[in-house]
C-alpha cells in the first residue's frame, strides 16, 4: 500500500494538489462546476456520459433525499491520471422499517430488539450514512476511471486509501456509516487487496443485456430469430398497443409534460424494491437540454394522455443504455407497456444500428423473454462501526438477487422450421 496522507482540517481539505506520495496528488471538489474541465476530461474522454460534469452537476439537485458530492482528481507528477466519484446519502430510519420486517425473523438478539425500537421511535431521523463511490442513480460501473498507463492493481490501491482519507473526513466514523463501492460486472483485482482493507463482497440483481445479432436491421428480423412460440407472442404484444400513439419528445415537449412524466416516474419509484435517492424533478428536461441527440424521451399517449414513457442514451460505446422509465399501471395489462418499452429499446438500437442494448437491473425474467441475457453485478462494502455492521446484514441480505427462472426466446438451431 502507499503511505497515504493523513486527514486534515475542513480549511484546507479542498485546497488543490493535497500530496499522497512522492509521485501522486489529489485535488478534492465539493461542486461539479468547481471541477477544472480539461484535467477531469483528460481522463473521461467522453467514454461515459454519467461521469461527465455537465450531467453531475444535475444530480445535484437531488431535493428529495440529501446527496453530497465528492470529486476527486488524482495526479501523477503533477498530471492528471484518474478521476474519482463519491456520493454521501443519509438513510433515513424509515427506510429500515419493512426490511428488518422481512429480513430478520429468524435473528434474535438483544443489540437487534434494541435496535428495532430506535427504528420505531425515530423514523424521521438519520440512521445510515453512506459513502458510495458510483451512482445509486444509476446501475454500471461510474465510480472512477484511470488513465490506461495506470494498473488496476495502482489504481486501486490509490482509490482505497483516497477511500480512506476522504470518508475519513466525512466524519464517518462518529456516525452510524458504511463505504460502498457498486455494481462492477468482474471481482475487483487484487482481491488480497480489498480483503485485506476489510471489504466484503456481495451480489446484487443482474444487468440484463441484449446483443443485437449481426444481419438483423429491423425488429421484424430480430423476432424472426424466436422460437414460434415466443414469436408469436411478442407479435400480440405489439398488437396489443393499438389505439396508442408513440412519439419522441423534442425538449419543448418534455417541458410541457414534465410534471405528468415524474408522475409516471414516480408510479415507478414508489413500486421499487429500495427505495433511496429519487430524481431532481426537472431531470428529463436538464438532461435532454445537454444531450439533446444522444438522450430521447418517447411518450405513449392514450385519449391524449400520456400514459407511459420510456427514456434512453445513445453511449459512446456504441451501446444503448435504457435509463428511466414511467407507466401508468392501470393501463399496463390492457397495452403491454411494459414488454413494449422493452422491444421499443431494442427496435431503437437496431435503427441507429448499435450493437447491444443495456435494459439494467430489476424484472429479470421478463427482460431474458425478450432476449436478454443476464450478468452479475458485484458490490463491495465495509461499516465503518460495530452499530452499522448489524445494520447492513439484513440491508444486503434485502438486495439479494431473488430467485428466478431465465428464459430464452431464441430457437434452437436444427429443432424449428420456420412456418
Not at 435473528?107 to 431521523?125: A, M, P, Q
Not at 464517518?172 to 466484503?200: C, G, M, V, W
Not at 445513445?314 to 392501470?330: C, P, R, V
Request: glycine share 4%.
Amino acid at each position: 500500500m502507499f503511505a497515504f496522507c493523513k486527514p486534515v482540517s475542513s480549511k484546507k481539505r479542498f485546497l488543490p494538489f493535497r500530496v499522497l506520495n512522492d509521485d501522486f496528488s489529489f485535488s478534492l471538489f465539493e461542486k461539479a462546476s468547481a471541477i477544472p474541465s480539461v484535467d477531469w476530461e483528460t481522463i473521461s474522454k467522453r467514454k461515459s456520459v454519467f461521469l461527465e460534469k455537465d450531467y453531475l452537476k444535475i444530480l445535484e439537485n437531488c431535493k428529495h433525499t440529501k446527496l453530497t458530492p465528492r470529486y476527486v482528481i488524482i495526479y501523477f507528477k503533477g498530471k492528471p491520471c484518474g478521476i474519482v466519484y463519491f456520493q454521501i446519502v443519509d438513510f433515513k430510519a424509515e427506510v429500515f422499517g419493512n426490511i428488518l420486517d422481512q429480513q430478520v425473523e429468524s435473528i434474535k438478539s438483544t443489540r437487534l430488539n434494541l435496535f428495532e425500537k430506535y427504528v420505531d421511535s425515530n423514523k424521521d431521523g438519520v440512521l445510515l450514512r453512506l459513502f458510495t463511490c458510483g451512482n445509486n442513480l444509476v446501475s454500471g460501473e461510474y465510480g472512477y476511471m484511470f488513465d490506461e498507463k495506470v494498473s488496476n492493481e495502482q489504481a486501486h490501491d490509490l482509490l482505497l486509501n483516497l477511500i480512506d482519507v476522504v470518508s475519513k473526513e466525512e466524519k464517518l466514523a462518529r456516525t452510524i456509516s458504511a463505504i460502498l463501492l457498486k455494481d462492477f460486472h468482474n471481482p475487483l483485482e487484487p482481491k488480497k487487496l480489498f480483503k485485506q482493507e476489510k471489504y466484503s463482497d456481495f451480489f446484487v440483481e443482474p444487468n440484463l443485456i441484449v446483443d443485437i445479432p449481426k444481419g438483423v436491421e429491423t425488429i421484424d428480423d430480430y423476432i424472426g430469430l424466436f422460437s414460434k412460440k415466443y414469436r408469436n407472442r411478442a407479435k400480440s404484444i405489439f398488437k396489443n398497443l393499438n389505439g396508442v400513439e408513440v412519439k419522441y419528445l423534442s425538449l419543448a415537449e418534455i417541458q410541457l409534460y414534465e410534471k405528468q412524466l415524474y408522475k409516471l416516474y414516480e408510479g415507478i419509484f414508489e413500486k421499487a424494491k429500495f427505495k433511496l435517492i429519487k430524481l431532481p424533478e426537472n431531470y428529463f428536461s436538464s438532461v435532454k437540454s445537454i444531450y439533446e441527440n444522444s438522450f430521447n424521451v418517447k411518450a405513449f399517449f392514450y385519449e391524449n394522455k400520456i400514459i407511459a414513457f420510456a427514456s434512453c442514451f445513445k453511449m459512446y460505446d456504441g451501446s444503448l443504455e435504457a435509463h428511466y422509465i414511467g407507466l401508468n399501471y392501470d393501463f399496463n395489462g390492457q397495452f403491454n407497456l411494459y414488454q413494449n418499452i422493452l422491444y421499443g429499446m431494442i427496435d431503437e438500437a437496431i435503427k441507429n444500428k448499435l450493437a447491444k442494448v443495456n435494459l439494467g437491473r430489476t424484472a429479470a425474467e421478463i427482460k431474458t423473454t425478450v432476449g436478454a441475457k443476464p450478468y452479475d453485478l458485484i458490490c463491495y462494502t465495509k461499516p465503518q462501526n460495530t452499530i452499522s455492521k448489524l445494520i447492513l446484514k439484513p440491508l444486503i441480505s434485502f438486495l439479494q438477487p431473488a430467485e428466478w427462472v431465465p428464459r430464452n426466446p431464441f430457437k434452437e438451431e436444427g429443432l424449428e422450421k420456420d412456418i
